[in-house]
């Protein structure tokens, strides 16, 4: 695998990109920090680049499944080089309208990118080399997160938000130029002179990714289960904001993001090893609980340590998580229907997040981080205990690595 050209082009291209997304992560909470009190009207603020890559998830799955994906890939590159524009208007004009539409340009580029990537990924490796592809292509975004953002904790308080967001378009435009070395074996186009019937079945979109779902009870089990990091993600950056002003301490944002992301790669790095013992469905499982407990014991988040340790738990959990669930998908459904599961699987990731975006920022300024915590815990606790007992009456299992669902 690692005398694979593809492979190395993939890692140094998110390596450089994700420096640049975290980069632009903290000029947004500062800027949003500096012009909207209001947490649930920040979450609205994230609400609407998030609802744009919503809307164009049906047409991104089609066209990654019909056209090249190396050409979505850099498409969707440039798009989000080329948004960061709109952030230096909004910085000059102190304006939130073009924060908002940076943030809907750069989640409308991001539903292409992300689900071609992960179409891309089972192309240019081996199925027995796809969980470690997987884990370490997160371990390298955890790297330049925590990268990202300790830097950017720097920068912040060092030079302008106009030079935050130029080293964010350079890294951009670095994964756009590294995209044009991929080299993938894909059919350049689709015939010309189709059949009706084909033509009617491109044309339905989704409803064959629900007919794969309704096949395999693995694959809708997955959807649920991914819910449960959703509903810490989902209010991620909002939930860092509050404890860092309940502890009345601005550098616990950069310790908290670190602390999870050296624990994410930690998980990821051990994933490999634990599938060897364990099954998928225990590690899911396991994990998943994980989450759940780092939920409920964020109720102490006053106290500087608890946070830290409730961060790292959540780290491990999600660094066990999504290679398990990412390689699942991959190897679980056939390749030609990737473009559209990994769409509608982005998009159903959109969906949820908005939903506990909005619920996050309502409850921080309603009732508060504690026992907002408390809400989210138990009913991560409750999906789990729901599903343990559909699948145990029954007696579903997950699917075997060499099997493949296709309509």
């Keep these: 695998m690692w005398k694979n050209r593809n492979v190395w082009i993939v890692l140094f291209g998110e390596f450089g990109a994700g420096i640049g997304l975290w980069f632009g992560i903290i000029g947004n909470l500062e800027f949003m920090q500096k012009h909207v009190p209001s947490d649930f009207f920040k979450s609205l603020i994230l609400f609407f680049g998030l609802l744009a890559g919503v809307l164009v998830g049906p047409l991104s799955g089609r066209l990654i499944d019909q056209f090249s994906k190396k050409k979505i890939l850099l498409i969707s590159g440039l798009g989000r080089t080329l948004s960061v524009i709109l952030m230096f208007f909004a910085l000059k004009y102190e304006s939130i309208i073009f924060m908002v539409l940076f943030l809907i340009m750069l989640q409308i580029s991001a539903a292409f990118y992300f689900p071609a990537l992960q179409a891309v990924i089972p192309m240019i490796v081996k199925n027995e080399q796809l969980l470690t592809l997987n884990g370490i292509h997160m371990n390298i975004s955890t790297i330049s997160r925590i990268a990202g953002t300790s830097i950017g904790g720097v920068l912040v308080v060092s030079t302008s938000l106009s030079n935050m967001y130029g080293m964010s378009m350079i890294a951009y435009a670095f994964l756009f130029l590294m995209t044009f070395f991929l080299r993938i074996e894909e059919p350049t186009s689709k015939p010309i002179n189709v059949k009706k019937q084909k033509k009617s079945k491109e044309d339905k979109g989704f409803s064959e990714v629900f007919a794969l779902i309704r096949k395999s009870p693995t694959i809708l089990n997955l959807f649920i289960l991914n819910l449960i990091p959703v509903l810490f993600l989902g209010g991620f950056n909002l939930i860092v904001i509050e404890i860092s002003d309940l502890q009345h301490d ?92 990994f769409s509608f699987r982005s998009m159903y990731d959109r969906v949820t997040f908005q939903i506990v975006l909005l619920g996050t920022g309502l409850f921080l300024d309603t009732i508060g981080l504690r026992y907002m915590v408390l809400i989210f815990g138990t009913i991560s606790l409750i999906i789990l205990t729901r599903l343990l007992y559909v699948e145990k009456k029954s007696k579903t299992e997950f699917i075997n690595k060499d099997q493949k669902i296709s309509v």
């Excluded at 624990?263 to 994980?290: D, E, H, W």
Aim: charged share 10%; glycine share 6%; aromatic share 20%.
């Design 250 to 341: 601005p550098s616990i944002k950069s310790l908290i993001y670190t602390t999870e992301g050296i624990s994410f790669m930690i998980g990821a790095f051990v994933i490999k090893r634990l599938t060897k013992r364990f099954t998928n469905k225990q590690l899911l499982y396991f994990s998943t609980f994980l989450v759940a407990f780092a939920q409920l014991t964020l109720f102490f988040a006053n106290h500087h340590y608890m946070t830290l340790i409730s961060f790292a738990i959540f780290g491990f959990s999600v660094g066990c998580f999504f290679p398990v669930c990412s390689t699942v998908f991959q190897t679980s459904i056939d390749k030609s229907y990737h473009g559209r599961l």
